[in-house]
């Protein structure tokens, strides 16, 4: 199967999830990655060294800053040229609106937030969460090419060979639309939440005292080289910035150990990290649902718990 891989990134710097689509895509043979933006060939070198057969590289000033009028435009001639039978596109921010837009420009469909793809007579098969990833469901895509968009960390990272190489073909950018980027403000620095193995949470359990329950939900992650998480509560209470936020109207979230501290386990939250590998809560009600998608739960206070898991970690870990 021809597949294609659109490499997500900003200012250069690739979203880790785009390796992972690369890697799922080479289970089906010959894969292109896709390339865009300027000053970006580096980047097309690193997807020959990931696994790409191929890049197609549009490095043009007016891809500069992501635009996506202008990159849909550019994905869309190139699809429409030599049509793929499959796009594989990370889960991101940008991801989301290429894919939807290109779908349209395509005349063609998008499977979104897929955690499992396996080939079938020809075409793909998509296992989505549904329901607040209560339940899964497998579907498919009837038009082509089909477009699929993958939940970070559901699929292995292939690990790069140094000095592969491979073609890259050089193909022309086209204008944009009305839109103009003005600029961006920097977000606060740290370990980003959706590529994260380790997540740490509070919610509404650090009400007594905000300031020190995030400090020590910080102290946590830190020692595990982990992102600090939060409920919807947690945010709406002001506690913490929206970007923080995981659930259904905030991030989606797959570590390998996910650590809930006093949040209760709403149906909102859970949708967010629900496919979480391993997930811990610490919550003083027993009665909490958080305690029925756990393998291990403790039933007490964060402000005790956590300290004393974080020592305990510092210790392990010889920190």
Known sequence: MNTWVYIDHFNGQPAPASWEALGLAKTFGAATALVFGQNVEALAKIALEYGADSVLL???PALAVFSPEAFTSTLAALASDSPPALILFPTTS???ELA???AVDLVTGVLVDV???E???GRVIATRPVYEGKLLEKTTCSASPQLVTLRAR???KPTP???RAGEIKKVSAQAGGAAVIEGFVAGEQGVSLTDAGVVVSAGRGVSNDPAEGFKLVAELAAVLGGAVGASRAAVDAGYIP?????GQTGKVVSPDLYIAAGISGAIQHMSGMRSSKLIVAINKDAEAPIFQAARYGVVGDLFTLVPALTEAFKKKLGK
Do not use: H, K, S, V
């Open 58 to 60: 549009a490095d043009d």
């Open 119 to 121: 080939l079938a007579d």
């Open 100 to 102: 939807a837009m290109l």
């Open 94 to 96: 940008r991801t989301r």
């Open 161 to 163: 060979e140094a000095g």
């Open 115 to 117: 955690t499992g793809l």
């Open 242 to 246: 929206y970007a923080n936020q995981i």
């Open 154 to 156: 559901a699929f292995p």
